[in-house]
């Protein structure tokens, strides 16, 4: 059974950082491309980026330059650093699989909340 476990949210500080992890099991994790998705209060669901299992990183324009997406294979876990937050980085933030260029597994969501 694939799991995919967030953890390290938090309150947004504006010019803040937070790391969130996820866990993964059940499947070969090394080889599978890992993605974040967010989805903001009343919003869409927004893709954030993505980390190849050649450890490339792909980012959406809204996020780059201040997050990153890193993976420990050893650990079976992929992060995601948010720096410089701003009030709109608040949303529920998901991790996910991807096989052959869609997401196949969800994480259950991590909160990131607006401290103001």
């Known amino acids: 059974e694939v799991q995919l476990v967030e953890s390290g949210g938090g309150l947004v500080q504006p010019g803040g950082s937070l790391r969130l992890s996820c866990a993964a099991s059940?499947?070969?994790?090394?080889?599978?491309?890992m993605s974040w998705v967010r989805q903001a209060p009343g919003k869409g669901r927004e893709w954030i980026g993505a980390?190849?299992?050649?450890?490339?990183?792909y980012y959406a324009k809204s996020v780059k330059g201040r997050f990153t997406i890193s993976r420990d294979n050893a650990k079976n876990t992929v992060y995601l650093q948010m720096d410089n937050l701003k009030p709109e980085s608040a949303a529920v933030y998901y991790c996910?699989?991807?096989?052959?260029?869609?997401?196949?597994?969800w994480g259950r969501g991590m909160q990131v909340t607006d401290s103001s």
């Open positions: 980390i190849y299992s050649d450890f490339r990183e």
């Open positions: 996910t699989a991807v096989e052959d260029g869609i997401i196949s597994s």
């Open positions: 059940g499947f070969t994790f090394s080889t599978t491309t």
